[in-house]
C-alpha cells in the first residue's frame, strides 16, 4: 500500500535509503534545514510565512539515475519531492511547503558541450558563471543571466527566473529561441524522459519545478563580445532615467546592461563609495569595448559626469558593476537596512514618468526607482525593481494595488505559488504538463494552486 505525505517520515525514510545507493540520502537536521532555504527572506511576508518550512530528507543526486531512482520511489510511495539547485532564488521556490524529499542536483554541474552553432548543452546544476566562461573560450557568451550568475544554477534559472543581463539585447528567456531544448523526468512510477522543444520549453521555464526535474538543457549564445563598463551620474533621477532609455532604445548601442538608480541606492553599494557622487542619480552601462569613448562623449553632451570606467580585460578580475544591478541592488540595500524589500514592476514604455511621478506623489521615498531596462517580445521595456521601505504587509499591498490600478505591472515576489508570480494564464502550458508529468502532484506541492489531481490521486498530493 504506497504511503501518503501524511505519513511519518520514519515510514517510508527506511525504505528511501535502501532503493538508492550509499551516501545519496542525508538525514542531518542542519543539513537538511539549509538546503530547504533559498533567499526567501528577501521578503518579509515569505520570511514569516516560509521560515518553518522544511524537507524531511534530503537526496543529494550525482547522476541521472539518482534522479530517477527518488522519482520512481516518490510516485509508489506518495512522497513529495522538490528540486534544488543553487538556492539562489527569491521567491522562496524551492522551500518543501509539505515535507518530502528534497532533491539537490547542484552536483550535475557539467557543461556538455559548447556547438559550433552557438549553443550550450548543460546539466542542470552547471554554474552560469562557468557555462560563461567556457562559451567565451569559444567565442560565444551568454545571452541572458542573473546578477548572482556566479553561484546560479542553469536548471534554476530556467525552472525560476525571467531576464537578467543582456535581455536588454536578446530578450528574456522565454524570447528568441534561447531555451532551445529541455529534457526532463516525469514523476510516475516508471518516469519518462521527455524531451521539451520549440513552443513546448513553455512546460518547464518558470515552472519552479512543478512539470517535471530538468536533466539536461540546451541554451542559446550570442557571439562574445568585449564589454565595457562605465557609470554616469546625473544631478537628477528624470535626466538619468531619459539618458538611460535613450541608450536603451538606439541599436546604435552594443549593449548588455542599461540600469538606473534614484538616490540614495547608490549610497548603498559600500565597495563602490568612494566614486560615487553624493546625492545623485547613478546609471551602470555595459557597451561594446569600441563604444566606451563615445558614450563617455554622449553623457557629458546629455549633462552627465562619467563617475566611473573600466576598459574590457579577459578575465574579468573583482566586482562588477552587474553584480550590483538586478535583484543584487536589493541584496546591497538590505545590508545597509534589514527592514528593506522591494518590487518587480513593468512601466508603459509611453507612461513611464507619468507611472512614477503617481507612485512618487503617493508613497515618496517608501519606494525608490530601481529601473531595469529589458527587451520583451521585441518591445524595450523599463523594467524595475524598486526599493521598498518596508513597513506592514498592509502598506505593501497598498502600494502593489496602486501599481496596478495606474497600469504597472506586478510579478509579485511575496507570494510563493505560481499563479501569483506575474507570469501565469488560466491555460497556461506548465499546467497542462503538471497533469502529463505529475499526475499525482508531487513535484514542489503547494506552488501551482490551480493544479487539482484526478481522484484517484488526490490523496497522494
Not at 532564488?89 to 558541450?113: E, F, H, M, T
Not at 552547471?126 to 544554477?153: D, F, H, I, N
Not at 518590487?343 to 507611472?355: A, D, K
Amino acid at each position: 500500500m504506497p504511503y501518503t505525505p501524511q505519513h511519518r517520515p520514519s515510514e517510508w525514510l527506511p525504505l528511501l535509503e535502501k532503493s538508492l545507493r550509499p551516501g545519496r540520502v542525508v538525514a542531518a537536521d542542519a543539513e537538511v534545514d539549509r538546503l530547504s532555504k533559498d533567499f526567501y527572506w528577501y521578503s518579509p511576508v515569505l520570511e514569516r510565512q516560509l521560515r518553518e518550512k522544511r524537507g524531511d530528507a534530503a537526496v543529494q543526486a550525482r547522476d541521472v539515475d539518482d534522479v530517477r531512482a527518488v522519482l520512481r520511489f516518490a510516485a509508489r510511495h506518495g512522497v513529495p519531492v522538490t528540486v534544488r539547485g543553487a538556492g539562489t532564488g527569491n521567491y522562496g521556490q524551492c522551500i518543501p511547503l509539505r515535507g518530502g524529499i528534497l532533491l539537490d542536483v547542484g552536483a550535475l554541474d557539467r557543461v556538455l558541450a559548447v556547438t559550433a552553432d552557438g549553443t550550450a548543452v548543460c546539466e542542470p546544476g552547471a554554474r552560469l558563471g562557468t557555462v560563461e566562461a567556457t562559451a567565451r573560450k569559444e567565442g560565444w557568451e551568454l545571452r541572458c543571466y542573473p546578477s548572482t550568475y556566479q553561484k546560479a544554477s542553469v536548471g534554476g534559472f530556467l525552472a525560476g527566473g525571467s531576464g537578467g543581463i543582456g535581455s536588454i539585447t536578446h530578450g528574456v528567456l522565454r524570447d528568441n529561441g534561447t531555451v532551445r531544448r529541455i529534457r526532463l523526468l516525469t514523476l510516475e512510477e516508471e518516469p519518462r524522459e521527455v524531451v521539451l522543444e520549440g513552443p513546448d520549453v513553455l512546460r518547464a521555464l518558470h515552472a519552479w519545478g512543478t512539470t517535471g526535474v530538468m536533466v539536461e538543457a540546451t541554451i542559446a549564445l550570442a557571439p562574445k563580445v568585449d564589454w565595457a563598463q562605465v557609470a554616469v551620474s546625473f544631478p537628477r533621477f528624470d535626466a538619468c532615467l531619459d539618458f538611460a532609455e535613450r541608450v536603451a532604445n538606439d541599436d546604435g548601442w552594443r549593449k548588455r546592461l542599461v540600469t538606473a538608480f534614484e538616490w540614495p541606492i547608490p549610497a548603498w553599494f559600500t565597495p563602490l563609495v568612494k566614486w560615487v557622487p553624493q546625492g545623485e542619480a547613478l546609471a551602470f552601462l555595459e557597451v561594446a569595448q569600441e563604444q566606451l569613448d563615445a558614450l563617455g562623449a554622449a553623457t557629458v553632451e546629455a549633462g552627465g559626469t562619467v563617475a566611473f570606467r573600466a576598459p574590457f580585460q579577459e578575465p574579468r578580475r573583482g566586482a562588477q558593476l552587474s553584480d550590483y544591478t538586478w535583484n543584487h541592488t536589493t541584496l546591497w540595500a538590505k545590508k545597509a537596512d534589514p527592514s528593506i524589500t522591494y518590487l518587480q514592476s513593468g512601466f508603459t514604455p509611453s507612461r513611464v514618468r507619468e507611472q512614477i511621478r503617481s507612485l512618487k506623489e503617493r508613497f515618496g521615498d517608501e519606494i525608490l526607482m530601481h529601473m531595469e531596462f529589458l527587451r520583451s517580445d521585441g518591445v524595450v521595456v523599463p523594467g524595475a525593481l524598486p526599493i521598498v521601505r518596508f513597513t506592514t504587509e498592509a502598506r505593501l499591498q497598498e502600494m502593489i494595488d496602486h501599481s496596478l490600478s495606474i497600469g504597472v505591472g506586478i510579478a509579485n515576489p511575496h507570494i510563493n505559488h505560481l499563479e501569483g508570480s506575474g507570469r501565469w494564464r488560466p491555460d497556461d502550458a506548465k499546467l497542462v504538463a503538471k497533469a502529463e508529468y505529475d499526475p499525482r502532484g508531487l513535484l514542489n506541492p503547494g506552488k501551482m494552486l490551480g493544479y487539482q489531481p484526478r481522484p484517484e490521486h488526490a490523496n497522494a498530493a
